[in-house]
C-alpha cells in the first residue's frame, strides 16, 4: 500500500473531509452543506426527488428515523407513480431539510467504555441510536456514536407490535455487530414484552429473539417511553 504525502495532513486537532468534519471526538456535518440544503426548494419532478434523497441519504447516520421520513418521497420514485407532491411528501421534503439543521456531532466510539443502543420500532420502520456516556470536561455527557434505521418490509405488515419489536432487536445487534461484539452494552427499549425473548411462548419471528439473549453479553433495560429528543 502506498500513501501520497500531498493528499495526507499531520498534526490537525480537525479537518474537513467528503463533506463532513472530522475530529478525534466527534464527526460533524460541514456547515456549508447544511446552508447548501436549506437553499433547495420543493421538488418539480422525480429527477430533483432523486437527487435530493441522494444528498440527505449521504448524511442518515446523522438523522434520526431517516427511512421512516423518507418513506413518502421514496415511494415517489417508483416507477409506475405518479409524480404528485402531497401533503405528506412536502410534509417529508421539510422535515428531512430541516432534519440536517439540528443534526447532531456523531461521537467516536470508545470500545473501552459500555454502549447503549436505543432499539424502536414503528408502523413505518425499525430505528436504532448507539449512544455511549464520556467524561468530558469532568462531566459525563451521553451523545451518539451513530443512526441506523430502515422502511418496514412488505412482508413485515403483517407483524403485531411484539413482533415487531423483536424483529428490531435481531436486526439492531446485527447492524451494530461491530460496535458491539465482545463488548459490554445495555439496550434501551420502550417495549416489555420482548424483555426478555427467553419469555416468549410464540416463535416464528419472536424465536430469532433468542440469539439476543444467546449470543450478546449484554443487558435490556424497559423504558415505557421514548421522547423522540432521547433517540440520540
Not at 50 to 71: N, P, V, W
Not at 215 to 232: A, C, F, I, V
Amino acid at each position: 500500500m502506498k500513501i501520497s504525502l500531498k493528499k495526507c495532513h499531520f498534526g490537525f486537532k480537525e479537518l474537513k473531509a467528503l463533506g463532513h468534519v472530522v475530529s478525534g471526538l466527534s464527526l460533524g456535518i460541514e456547515k456549508n452543506k447544511v446552508a447548501a440544503v436549506l437553499l433547495k426548494s420543493i421538488p418539480q419532478n422525480k429527477k430533483e426527488i432523486h437527487s435530493f434523497l441522494g444528498f440527505e441519504g449521504y448524511y442518515k447516520q446523522h438523522i434520526t428515523d431517516f427511512a421512516s421520513i423518507a418513506r413518502p418521497l421514496y415511494k415517489l420514485c417508483d416507477k409506475d407513480t405518479v409524480f404528485e407532491m402531497t401533503v405528506d411528501r412536502v410534509k417529508a421534503f421539510k422535515s428531512l431539510r430541516q432534519a440536517l439543521t439540528t443534526a447532531p456531532l456523531l461521537l467516536m466510539p470508545d470500545l473501552k467504555l459500555p454502549f447503549k443502543p436505543y432499539i424502536y420500532a414503528s408502523g413505518d420502520g425499525l430505528g436504532t441510536t448507539l449512544h455511549q456516556v464520556k467524561i468530558l470536561n469532568d462531566i459525563p455527557v451521553e451523545g451518539p456514536i451513530c443512526l441506523i434505521s430502515r422502511k418496514r418490509k412488505p412482508t413485515e405488515a403483517r407483524y403485531g407490535a411484539s413482533q415487531m419489536e423483536c424483529l428490531c432487536h435481531v436486526w439492531a445487534l446485527e447492524k451494530l455487530n461491530y460496535f458491539l461484539k465482545g463488548c459490554v452494552f445495555e439496550v434501551i427499549t420502550d417495549c416489555t414484552t420482548v424483555k426478555p425473548p427467553l419469555n416468549i411462548k410464540k416463535l416464528n419471528i419472536l424465536s430469532q429473539g433468542l440469539l439476543w439473549k444467546q449470543e450478546w453479553p449484554g443487558t435490556q433495560e424497559s423504558r415505557t417511553q421514548l421522547e423522540g429528543s432521547k433517540r440520540y
